[in-house]
């Protein structure tokens, strides 16, 4: 048969991948989680295939490298405390300035995050925020003319009561003296004195991101749903409760606002109502922190066009569907079908989305129900010191496991 009759074969296009990870906390950061998932998807494609690293966060950990990465800036180390009061370092992100503006990204856990006080019993009436005040001071001494705190990961359920007293706030009790620091305050909490507060902190705009969307109080309220996290007895719980609801009555009243609006706004109980202070007197907006991050970095636009895209985090459950990176991802890639061209006689289909973890822990219906393929990155038994040692090798290879399965052998 000559050439000419033989014709030429068909070109594959090549396949465009989106790696989109949050990290997997105390093993790997989001964007290292990325660099594995993507030597995974080569193995599985070769090098021919496109793919596109966006490392993610949900307004917890990681969320301020991946923010200044995005917008650029600068990161300054702080001099600061752990929700126990020893010091410590952490960090501001500081954008660049643009017309005489400067955002300030301060990720809350680095003050009163949960890993940093688990070498010592869990107390969680004691546990503080004042750290994270000490943070917010610095950033606003840098120029800062706008706040975004991400929440996340913390020991704290002081409803942000120790962060308003680094600003300048005295929570007073029925004598005038100054309460105890943290939850365990809140308790004999009678009056807050505003007189002597940073007023940098109220001419500035705040954003919040958090990743829930619990209210402050209740039972679906910070103490109920988190505190037993931190620590907390059953009557702990039910303490810390009617303190953060005493918190909530007074900064109402000494703004004019409505308690039970304030207390039952969806997202206050994150960080154990952390966001109550900058939300009462600061006007602060709660945000998604999977969509504010997810636009920072162009996820919509990356997934146009993508045969596929892999996400991953420590552990797939419910609350991964419930404002966590894998719910924003799964989000993306439907609005990214609902926005294709229509093509008649086809029916649009949305970009494949897979999810890698370290443990899954929804069933098969529930995966298909959401619109997820999940894979647990454990090859067998192991501990948990095993896995995190050996994340970003168990990410790549359940990831070219999964580029084969849903791609083929490209």
Do not use: Y
């Not at 660049?96 to 940093?116: C, H, M, T």
């Not at 120790?162 to 100054?178: I, T, W, Y």
Request: glycine residues 14%; charged residues 20%; negative net charge.
């Amino acid at each position: 048969m000559s050439g000419s009759a033989r014709g030429t074969l068909p070109q594959r296009s090549v396949p465009i991948v989106v790696v989109a990870p949050d990290s997997l906390k105390s093993s790997c950061t989001a964007p290292d989680a990325a660099r594995a998932i993507a030597s995974g998807v080569r193995r599985a494609l070769g090098q021919g295939v496109q793919i596109r690293e966006l490392p993610l966060a949900d307004g917890g950990e990681g969320t301020l490298d991946v923010l200044v990465a995005a917008w650029g800036g600068e990161i300054l180390d702080v001099a600061t405390t752990d929700a126990l009061g020893r010091p410590r370092t952490g960090r501001v992100g500081l954008s660049s300035e643009k017309q005489g503006a400067r955002l300030a990204v301060i990720e809350a856990a680095d003050a009163n995050g949960l890993p940093a006080v688990v070498d010592q019993p869990l107390r969680a009436l004691d546990a503080d925020t004042a750290g994270v005040g000490a943070l917010v001071c610095a950033a606003l001494s840098a120029g800062a003319t706008e706040i975004l705190m991400c929440l996340g990961g913390s020991a704290t359920s002081d409803g942000g009561s120790g962060m308003l007293r680094a600003l300048g706030a005295r929570l007073l009790d029925a004598s005038g003296n100054d309460v105890a620091p943290g939850a365990r305050g809140l308790a004999e909490l009678h009056e807050i004195d505003l007189s002597e507060i940073d007023t940098r902190a109220g001419k500035g705009g705040w954003r919040v991101a958090c990743d829930v969307d619990h209210p402050l109080t209740g039972v679906g309220g910070a103490a109920a749903v988190f505190g037993p996290q931190k620590g907390a007895s059953p009557e702990q719980v039910e303490l810390i409760d009617r303190g953060l609801a005493r918190l909530a009555r007074l900064l109402a009243e000494a703004t004019g606002g409505e308690a039970n609006e304030l207390a039952a706004l969806p997202g206050l109980g994150a960080a154990g109502g952390l966001a109550l202070g900058p939300v009462a007197l600061f006007g602060a907006q709660l945000v998604p922190g999977s969509a504010l991050v997810s636009d920072a970095v162009g996820l919509r636009d990356a997934l146009a066009g993508a045969a596929m895209v892999i996400t991953a985090e420590g552990r797939l459950d419910a609350q991964s569907l419930q404002g966590k990176v894998v719910s924003r991802v799964l989000a993306e890639a439907r609005d990214c079908r609902d926005d294709a061209p229509a093509v008649a006689g086809e029916e649009p289909s949305s970009v494949p989305v897979v999810v890698l973890a370290g443990s899954v822990e929804l069933s098969f219906e529930e995966c298909q129900r959401a619109g997820i393929a999940a894979w647990s990155i454990a090859r067998g038994p192991a501990t948990l010191d095993q896995l995190q040692a050996d994340t970003p090798a168990l990410l790549a290879e359940a990831a070219a496991h999964a580029t084969r399965v849903v791609l083929g052998e490209g």
